[in-house]
């Protein structure tokens, strides 16, 4: 049994025309999700989302709106070590990127596709059930007034 720590973004862009939408990524699995990935040694977990937002799907600027909250799980691992039981938590935040920010899905890190939805769209779309309350707080707070 081991135990991994990740990070991630939840990515948002305002648009005249379309008004607020999120990024949401196809993984190696096939599943609707969120720009994630490992937090390394020494940095934290901001700055991890925002190196695997920047190396999955290109984005480099982002602000922070605020953090989202902790998925935590367990899987059996099929990459490293298989068949060996992990835990795991991702920590995730709530960036926002320039209207004309698109995203591109990068290949060497089994990014299949990018797309952008509204934010009520990722109550269906997103497959992983764990984060489904990360969806609930990021939409709650893209409908506060201050927004």
């Given amino acids: 049994m081991r135990s991994e720590r ?8 305002q648009d005249e ?3 607020i939408q999120v990024l949401v990524i196809k993984d190696s699995h096939g599943r609707w999700s969120f720009p ?8 934290t977990a901001q ?9 999955e799907v290109g984005i ?9 909250g902790v998925s935590d799980f367990w899987f059996v691992d099929k990459w490293e070590a298989p068949g060996e039981k992990v835990h795991k938590t ?8 320039s209207p004309g920010s698109h ?14 939805v509204r ?15 990360i969806i609930e707080r990021a939409i709650t707070l893209l409908h506060e007034p201050q927004r």
């Fill in 90 to 97: 991702i920590e995730l935040f709530l960036f926002e990127t």
């Fill in 6 to 13: 990740s990070a991630g973004g939840v990515v948002i862009r």
């Fill in 36 to 43: 994630k990935g490992r937090i390394e040694v020494g940095e």
């Fill in 17 to 19: 025309t379309e008004g």
């Fill in 119 to 133: 934010p009520k769209e990722l109550r269906g779309l997103v497959a992983y059930r764990t984060l489904k309350p």
């Fill in 60 to 68: 480099e600027t982002l602000r922070l709106i605020a953090p989202l």
């Fill in 103 to 116: 995203g591109m899905a990068q290949e060497e890190e089994r990014i299949q596709r990018v797309h952008w």
């Fill in 47 to 55: 700055a991890a989302a925002e190196r695997e937002v920047n190396e």
